[in-house]
Each structure stands twice: as structure tokens, then as C-alpha cells.
């Protein structure tokens, strides 16, 4: 089945950037969408940004991180990626990627159909 492994995770400063990869094994990504989601300690996940299977530039952005964050694919080498600029220390959190089937998403953990997820990245904002 479809493995997603996270990386790119660190510390990092106030009005910093990032950049997280999502790489999948055993299968492609060409046919899923993929979401990133995060979770800080005493919060619920929380949907961040996703992107569609059929067309990257069809993602939504949590009102969060708009302006701020960029979600993006590519499929030659199975990976999608979240940069991350002005980064908060409200961003820090464990990310996620997920991935479900098709073209079509919500960027919520309550959509049933996030079928595989990966083991989380973890992202801290401090000075």
C-alpha cells in the first residue's frame, strides 16, 4: 500500500522558512491528493494546505496560513512539498501528509476518505 514518509522538519526562528517534503514509496502520487495537516500539543489535527491530483493549481490554504505557506507537487519524483515562510510560533506543531484517491478533497481530518497518512515531521517556532 501507499507509504508516506515526512521530513524537513526543524527548529527554526520567528519570520523564518521551512520547506517539508512528503515523498511516497511503493506507489505514485500522480493519482491522490494530498493533503498537510498539523497538530500542537493540547489542539486537534487541523487541515492546512492541500492539493488536487488532477491539477496543482487546484489547493486550498487554510486561512492561517495564507500568504504565508505554499503547497506543491511533483510527480516525476513522487513528493509533494509545504514551504513555509514568516513562519509563527503558532506554527509549530507535528505536520502530517496524507493522501486520498482522485481529484477531489476536503482539507479536513473529518473527510473519511484521508486513507494514508505518514508518521509526522515535527516543526518548532522559538527564538
Known amino acids: 500500500q501507499l507509504q508516506l514518509v515526512e521530513s524537513g522538519g526543524a527548529l527554526v526562528q520567528p519570520g523564518g522558512s521551512l520547506r517539508l517534503s512528503c515523498a511516497a514509496s511503493?506507489?505514485?502520487?500522480?493519482?491522490?491528493?494530498i493533503g498537510w495537516f498539523r497538530q500542537a500539543p493540547g489542539k486537534e489535527r487541523e487541515g492546512v494546505s492541500c492539493?488536487?491530483?488532477?491539477?496543482?493549481?487546484?489547493?486550498y490554504n487554510a486561512d492561517s496560513v495564507k500568504g504565508r505557506f505554499t503547497i506543491s507537487r511533483d510527480n516525476a519524483k513522487d513528493t509533494v512539498y509545504l514551504q513555509m515562510n514568516s513562519l509563527k510560533p503558532e506554527d509549530t506543531a507535528v505536520y502530517y501528509c496524507?493522501?486520498?484517491?482522485?481529484?477531489?478533497?476536503?482539507?479536513?481530518?473529518?473527510?473519511?476518505?484521508?486513507?494514508?497518512w505518514g508518521q509526522g515531521t515535527q516543526v518548532t517556532v522559538s527564538s
Open positions: 496524507a493522501a486520498t484517491p482522485g481529484s477531489n478533497f476536503w482539507c479536513d481530518v473529518r473527510y473519511s476518505k484521508w486513507t494514508y
Open positions: 511503493k506507489f505514485s502520487l500522480d493519482y491522490y491528493s
Open positions: 492539493i488536487s491530483s488532477s491539477s496543482s493549481s487546484d489547493t
